[in-house]
């Protein structure tokens, strides 16, 4: 008897044991294929910085975590959003190589849903707020078989990446909560532009609300304030298989995340561990003005905050609709007075700007500004030019298609190289060098 069914004996010490060690159980980082997680369980990184458990919103219960040492609960994931638990009843457990969550015994809410399989997976949350799968043993971060990082929900922590990657088949964004009371997906989202140019899309479902602009080598070009700081460090990685935006925080004494939130905003907060309130401070937010409005000036209508009129059309440029532009309906954007010519075309430059957008735009880091220039007046479709990498001059995007979403800073920004006919660069000057400043007139 002894040795043919021994299973009821091991079951039953286990749950003693289960029962009898509740608070050893409530700190512990990992699960393991013989453990779970219920209800009032929660796992603990290892350092006591973040926690991962339920939390219950409007009657439903979601799994998620948050901040171990902040005293506002402040959930940064959540794996359930779309499918929460109507009871707080849920079980987290691993089955058959994948991490499930489980309303009641047996209906399945939510699954990492891999495929690929190890012999002893075990979950564990880590320090950086990562919820990990991992082969028991292999540390190897770039082994792991699933990790929360490559789902995000709103939030965006040190270390988490949003954008693509072909290799790994993810494309990494964030999606705000529906509301205050309710992780489920909301109507915005931050993503990576798929296109031509690493950039950040703000989106209100499909439509575009604001863009960061492009990635300069320093920071995103329609983000000024992001300069660089002893407090962060921020990382564009663009190469044929990804293209990802990241930041790491280089003080810890501080807490920092980037949220999207339900009313359609990015911004960054952050929590003092040394100082005495506490409270989340925001640091950053986007968008600002009314000039980080997408388009609002329409195709080559350039926004100034400062400017008595906001929109105004470029030298060589007039108002699509005259009689719309003086009500203040600017989306038409400006037409050119004369038209290019192809050759003979020269460049006005503009400075301060934010980069525009364009469905066409090509990067090229390793070209000079002097073969941008060249490679851009080549092409008759070639519109405008710029420098991709501020910090040295070099590198080159061009645009060949119509520019859209132009802002100009009082400061900031960078110098942008529009094309125009020879007849609007003027007699006295050589074809090289025509400065340009916008509101001389
Ligand atoms: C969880 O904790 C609450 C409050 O302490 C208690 O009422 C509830 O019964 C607990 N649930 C379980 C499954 O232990
Ligand atoms: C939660 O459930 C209770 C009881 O069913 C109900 O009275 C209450 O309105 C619900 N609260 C929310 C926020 O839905
Ligand atoms: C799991 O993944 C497969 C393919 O990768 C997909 O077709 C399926 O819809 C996924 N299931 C869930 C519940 O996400
Ligand atoms: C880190 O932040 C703390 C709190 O704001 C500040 O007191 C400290 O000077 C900062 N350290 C550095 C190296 O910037
Ligand atoms: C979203 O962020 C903006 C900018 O910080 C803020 O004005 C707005 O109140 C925020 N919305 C919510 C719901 O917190
Ligand atoms: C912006 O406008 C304000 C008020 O009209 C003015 O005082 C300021 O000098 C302007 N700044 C620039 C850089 O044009
Ligand atoms: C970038 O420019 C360099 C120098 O002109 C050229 O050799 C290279 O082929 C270009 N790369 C791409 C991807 O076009």
């Known amino acids: 008897m002894k040795i043919t069914n021994p299973r009821p004996f091991l079951i039953l010490y286990i749950t003693f044991f289960s029962f009898s060690s509740k608070i050893s159980i409530a700190a512990q980082d990992k699960i393991t294929s013989s453990t779970s997680m219920s209800a009032n369980d929660t796992l603990i990184s290892p350092s006591s910085t973040f926690e991962l458990g339920f939390f219950t919103r409007s009657n439903s219960t979601y799994l998620g975590i948050w901040y171990k040492k902040i005293s506002i609960q402040t959930v940064v994931w959540v794996a359930n959003r779309d499918t929460p638990l109507s009871k707080s009843t849920g079980i987290l457990r691993i089955d058959g190589g994948n991490l499930i969550l489980l309303e009641g015994l047996t209906k399945v809410v939510w699954s990492t849903n891999i495929s690929k399989g190890v012999a002893r997976p075990i979950a564990q949350l880590l320090d950086t707020g990562n919820f990990v799968l991992r082969e028991e043993g292999d540390n190897n971060v770039d082994s792991f078989l699933w990790q929360s990082f490559d789902y995000p929900s709103d939030t965006l922590l040190p270390g988490m990446k949003i954008g693509w990657s072909s290799k790994a088949g993810l494309n990494r964004f964030l999606t705000s909560w529906k509301d205050d009371d309710d992780p489920s997906s909301g109507d915005y989202n931050y993503k990576m532009d798929p296109n031509g140019l690493a950039q950040l899309l703000l989106r209100f479902q499909s439509h575009i609300k604001y863009r960061s602009g492009p990635w300069n080598g320093v920071r995103f070009s329609g983000m000024p304030e992001m300069k660089p700081n002893s407090v962060y460090g921020f990382y564009c990685v663009s190469t044929p298989d990804e293209v990802y935006y990241t930041y790491e ?21 952050t929590w003092d561990l040394e100082s005495r309130d506490s409270i989340w401070k925001l640091y950053w937010w986007a968008p600002k003005d ?14 100034n905050v400062n400017s008595s009129s906001v929109c105004d059309c470029g030298k060589g440029f007039e108002p699509k609709t005259p009689e719309e532009w003086s009500l203040g309906v600017t989306s038409a954007g400006c037409v050119r007075k004369a038209p ?65 979403d132009l802002k100009q800073f009082l400061n900031g920004g960078q110098d942008l190289y529009i094309r125009v006919p020879a007849s609007e660069l003027g007699m006295h000057f050589h074809h090289r060098s025509f400065v340009f400043f916008l509101f001389s007139f």
């Open 249 to 269: 925080l280089l003080n810890s004494s501080l807490i920092s995340r980037l949220m999207v939130n339900r009313t359609g905003h990015i911004e960054r907060y």
């Open 290 to 303: 009314q000039c980080d409005e997408y388009s609002k000036c329409g195709p080559y209508g350039i926004c």
């Open 340 to 404: 290019l010519q192809c050759s003979g075309d020269g460049f006005l430059k503009l400075t301060a700007m934010k980069l525009p957008d364009s469905p066409q735009a090509f990067v090229n880091s390793s070209m000079s500004l002097e073969e941008c220039r060249i490679e851009c007046l080549n092409n008759c479709h070639c519109e405008a030019y710029a420098s991709a990498d501020i910090a040295s001059g070099s590198g080159c995007i061009r645009w060949t298609s119509d520019l859209i």
